[in-house]
Each structure stands twice: as structure tokens, then as C-alpha cells.
């Protein structure tokens, strides 16, 4: 696959957005699958639209969009069956963002869990019910960051194949 000196543009554009995908694949609020998506649409159209097919670009369309999607919704089903609040969903955000500064990338999930389980006992819950709303906000967002980086991961993969890096 031969690329033309022209495409240089969709390249760096390309790349830029793979960086920011993966960068922020780990937070629950911007959408880094969609970035990198948009460079795989951005790497393929620099080179003809010869590195992929196009049932491979629909099917990683589908899925970026699907997995963004459940990223929002998972919270608010896990929110209901847990009993977590809006507040304890808030400060566990706070949380996962202030762990991520001082324990990365471990403290993601332990403020994600700490912030929780905070933000419920502020809301005058019980600590057993506290708990379980903690827990329940944890294991979502593990569950998402786990999807998100799988599927980031693969994106960024089919990026540099494409791009022949390392080489």
C-alpha cells in the first residue's frame, strides 16, 4: 500500500487522534474509542481505502458506537440496582480522577471505589448499603475500562500495521 506525499494531513490527524484515543480510553466521560475510530476512518482514507474492508470499518463502527454507548448506560443500570445516588456516582468520578494523579493507573479504581463509597455515606446511607453502592460502582467502571482498552487496544494495533511502525 502505497501512500501519496499529500496524505501526510490525514496521517498526523490520524495519529493525533489515536494518542487522544488511547489517552481517554480510561475516562468514563470522553469518548476515546470514537477517536480512535476516527483515526482508522482518517488512516484508511490517506491510503485509498485499501487497508481495510469495509464490513471491517462498518463492524468497528458498530462496536466503538455500542461500547461508547453502554460506557454511558451501564452506570446509570448499575446506579439503579445498586442503590447508588447521583452524588456517589459524582464523587466516585472525582475519585477515579484524583486517584489516577497520585496512584496511576491502580488508583483509578481504588478512588473510583473510595469516592463511592464516600459519596453514599455523605448521602446518609447506611454503611452496608454505602458498601454496596461502592462496590457496584466499581466493578462498572472495571468492567468498562476493561472493554474500552480491549477495543482501543485493537484500533491502535490495526493503526500501526497500517503505518508500518516500528519500522
Do not use: Q
Not at 16 to 41: E, N
Not at 62 to 78: H, Q, S
Not at 131 to 155: D, E, F, Q
Amino acid at each position: 500500500m502505497e501512500r501519496e506525499d499529500s496524505v501526510n494531513i490525514p496521517l498526523i490527524a490520524g495519529a493525533v487522534f489515536v494518542l487522544a484515543g488511547v489517552a481517554c480510553t480510561i475516562f468514563p466521560v470522553i469518548p476515546g474509542l470514537l477517536l480512535c475510530y476516527a483515526a482508522i476512518i482518517l488512516i484508511s482514507a490517506a491510503y485509498r481505502w485499501e487497508p481495510f474492508s469495509l464490513s471491517l470499518l462498518i463492524i468497528l463502527g458498530i462496536v466503538a458506537c455500542a461500547v461508547t454507548a453502554l460506557d454511558f448506560l451501564v452506570p446509570k443500570w448499575r446506579e439503579k440496582k445498586y442503590g447508588a445516588s447521583k452524588p456517589g456516582v459524582l464523587i466516585s468520578v472525582i475519585g477515579m480522577l484524583i486517584g489516577l494523579l497520585f496512584l496511576p493507573p491502580w488508583g483509578i479504581f481504588i478512588g473510583a471505589f473510595i469516592g463511592g463509597l464516600t459519596g453514599e455515606i455523605l448521602v446518609r446511607k447506611r454503611p452496608k448499603s454505602a458498601w454496596g453502592a461502592g462496590s457496584g460502582v466499581l466493578v462498572g467502571t472495571i468492567l468498562g475500562i476493561m472493554l474500552k482498552v480491549c477495543l482501543t487496544g485493537l484500533m491502535l494495533l490495526y493503526f500501526l500495521k497500517v503505518i508500518n511502525w516500528p519500522h
